[in-house]
Structure formats: structure tokens, C-alpha cells
Nanobody, 114 residues
């Protein structure tokens, strides 16, 4: 059974930084495509960033140049470094893993104050 657990959310002022981490347990983590999604208040979920098992990354246009996704297969973790945060980045952020089946973390709140 695969479990994904996020950490690192919180409240930050506009222009600040946060680092989200997702720890995986169970399953062959190195085979997964991993991603971060977010759900802003009152809106649908959207892809923020993803990283394939070979390290190819993809970002939403709204976060390019500000966010960086990375993974450590030995530690079974994926991180999202978020810099130059804006109020519109406020959302619940979810860790996502995909290999044969899809897995979701419980989410972590990120709030950016203006």
C-alpha cells in the first residue's frame, strides 16, 4: 500500500518562500511520476509541477521560474521549492504519484498574505 505524506505548508508573506516535502512509503518510488497539484479556494485543482522517474520536469506557466520540483529516489521524497510566492499561490497543495495506480497525499495548506 502506497502512502504519500506532505509537510511544509504554512503562512508566508508575499515574496516569501516555502518548501513542501512529500514522503512516500510502499511501492517502487523510483518508478513513479511524481507531481504537485493545488486547489485554490473555490477553484478546481490544477497541476503545479511534475517530475518523471528519469527527472524530466514540467511546470504550470503560472509558477515557471519561481517553483522547482525535485526528487530523491533513495529517500523516497519529492520536494517543491516555492520562491517569490504570490497571494494567488494560496491553495491546498497535494502530492501525487502515478505508476500503474494513482496515489494522493492528504494535502497541506499554503497561505500567502499580501
Amino acid at each position: 500500500q502506497v502512502q504519500l505524506v506532505e509537510s511544509g505548508g504554512g503562512l508566508v508573506q508575499s515574496g516569501g518562500s516555502l518548501r513542501l516535502s512529500c514522503a512516500a512509503s510502499g511501492g517502487p518510488f523510483s518508478m513513479y511520476t511524481m507531481a504537485w497539484y493545488r486547489r485554490p479556494p473555490g477553484k478546481q485543482s490544477e497541476l503545479v509541477a511534475e517530475i518523471t522517474r528519469v527527472g524530466i520536469t514540467n511546470y504550470a506557466d503560472s509558477v515557471k521560474g519561481r517553483f522547482t520540483i525535485s526528487r530523491d529516489n533513495a529517500k523516497k521524497t519529492v520536494t517543491l521549492q516555492m520562491n517569490s510566492l504570490k497571494p494567488e499561490d494560496t491553495a491546498v497543495y497535494y502530492c501525487y504519484g502515478n505508476w500503474i495506480s494513482k496515489y494522493w497525499g492528504q494535502g497541506t495548506q499554503v497561505t500567502v498574505s499580501s
